[in-house]
């Protein structure tokens, strides 16, 4: 059984990936993790939320999602709305969600 944050199939595993440094999504290939789709697409649902929250939401451990949300951060796909860790998704977030995910999934 593949694991929640198995590797995208049009990437190589191993993180060698040009559109992947040091876990960090490249902005110019927003190839999602299952992780990074269930984070984004909770925040467009909420509006904003603390880490947290985010985490326990979603069922998913608050380091990872500390984790994810940083590297989002970093590609533009999410921002902070204070100075404590409560974020948003961006456009491009959402543009970045509705273009990795199917169709079918909407």
């Given at each position: 059984?593949?694991?929640?944050?198995?590797?995208?199939?049009?990437?190589?595993?191993?993180?060698?990936?040009?559109?992947?440094?040091?876990?960090?999504?490249?902005?110019?290939?927003?190839?999602?993790?299952?992780?990074?789709?269930?984070?984004?697409?909770?925040?467009?649902?909420?509006?904003?939320?603390?880490?947290?929250?985010?985490?326990?939401?979603?069922?998913?451990?608050?380091?990872?999602?500390?984790?994810?949300?940083?590297?989002l951060e970093d590609a533009g796909l999410v921002?902070?709305?204070?100075?404590?860790?409560?974020?948003?998704?961006?456009?491009?977030?959402?543009?970045?969600?509705?273009?990795?995910?199917?169709?079918?999934?909407?």
């Amino acid at each position: 059984m593949a694991t929640p944050d198995a590797q995208p199939i049009d990437r190589p595993a191993g993180g060698s990936d040009a559109g992947e440094r040091d876990g960090r999504i490249d902005p110019d290939r927003p190839s999602l993790t299952r992780s990074d789709e269930r984070l984004l697409s909770y925040l467009a649902d909420v509006g904003a939320d603390y880490q947290a929250f985010v985490a326990g939401n979603t069922g998913l451990y608050d380091d990872h999602v500390e984790s994810r949300l940083t590297a989002l951060e970093d590609a533009g796909l999410v921002e902070r709305v204070s100075g404590e860790a409560v974020y948003r998704i961006t456009d491009a977030g959402r543009d970045a969600l509705h273009d990795d995910c199917p169709c079918w999934s909407d």
